[in-house]
């Protein structure tokens, strides 16, 4: 099957996103690159100031939308959260015949238009779930989600088992996981990309004849219920999450956002925010 919405709106994530920066900047926001958060102070329960690597800055709320990170940063300050990283790979290719002008879903072959004349393609929901620490903690509430795609899903254990997404301690003085890898950038599945262009171009003919000119892999944040978090821990007043997004940032991700600063602001929020409860995950364990 496939799944074709002419209504939905595409975007370049390169531009688009930077054009959100240029955009809050311009609203008063002030964006510190290369700064990373190693602690969260707090005073009688309520945030009281994060400690950066630059030193520390007071304030009174914190949303921590840390992706694959929030896991790791908050079993620093003993605080669980049921999150892990799948990566996931995809691929750019040549210019071809435009027979689609936004997205396309199916299951061997996802893609989208690009700007450049080539598309973006993957296959949804293929992805490679790293044994870690984590993994095996959280291993029975993410049991119905590996069982549902075992036939598209590589389950590796290897050396990412001690890597950044590990288990960790450090203090306010001390160098942080994020410091140690600025930025994730795992190398992209090749075996399974060539098979998702041999799908592609039987899928459609138009492909026949392009040609791979870019593969990346990327580490998604995933819930067991691949539904994100937007909620406060409890015992720390004006720390709100919003994690665990699961694949969608890109799309869902402004309506998190404006749902986390809803929650900050203590105005209604956007839509009932029970579904995004970190508690829910509580309950389910009791049931």
Avoid at 47 to 62: L, M, P
Wanted: charged share 20%; with cysteine.
């Amino acid at each position: 099957g496939a799944l074709h919405t002419p209504s939905d709106a595409t975007a370049e994530p390169k531009l688009a996103v930077p054009a959100m920066a240029r955009r809050a900047a311009t609203l008063g926001a002030i964006i510190l690159d290369n700064c990373a958060v190693r602690l969260i102070e707090r005073q009688a329960g309520k945030v009281s100031a994060v400690v950066t690597e630059r030193g520390e800055i007071a304030c009174d709320s914190v949303i921590l939308a840390g992706g694959v990170w929030s896991r790791t940063f908050l079993e620093n300050l003993d605080l669980e959260l049921p999150q892990l990283a799948v990566k996931s790979s995809v691929m750019r290719t040549s210019a071809a015949p435009e027979f689609i002008s936004g997205t396309l879903g199916a299951e061997r072959a996802s893609l989208r238009r690009r700007q450049d004349g080539g598309y973006t393609i993957a296959r949804s929901g293929a992805a490679e779930f790293q044994l870690i620490p984590a993994a095996f903690h959280h291993f029975a509430a993410f049991l119905p989600i590996i069982k549902e795609r075992w036939r598209i899903m590589k389950i590796r254990a290897g050396s990412e088992f001690f890597g950044p997404l590990g288990r960790a301690r450090w203090k306010a003085d001390e160098t942080s996981p994020f410091e140690r890898v600025r930025v994730m950038d795992p190398e992209p599945d090749q075996r399974l990309l060539a098979s998702v262009l041999r799908d592609a171009k039987l899928l459609h003919p138009q492909l026949a004849d392009v040609t791979i000119t870019e593969t990346w892999g990327g580490l998604i944040d995933v819930m067991p219920d691949e539904l994100p978090v937007i909620d406060s821990p409890p015992g720390w007043q004006g720390l709100v999450l919003a994690t665990g997004l699961s694949g969608h940032g890109f799309g869902i991700g402004p309506g998190v956002g404006l749902m986390a600063a809803q929650r900050v602001l203590g105005e209604t929020m956007l839509v009932d925010a029970s579904n995004f409860a970190l508690a829910r995950f509580n309950r389910k364990s009791a049931a």
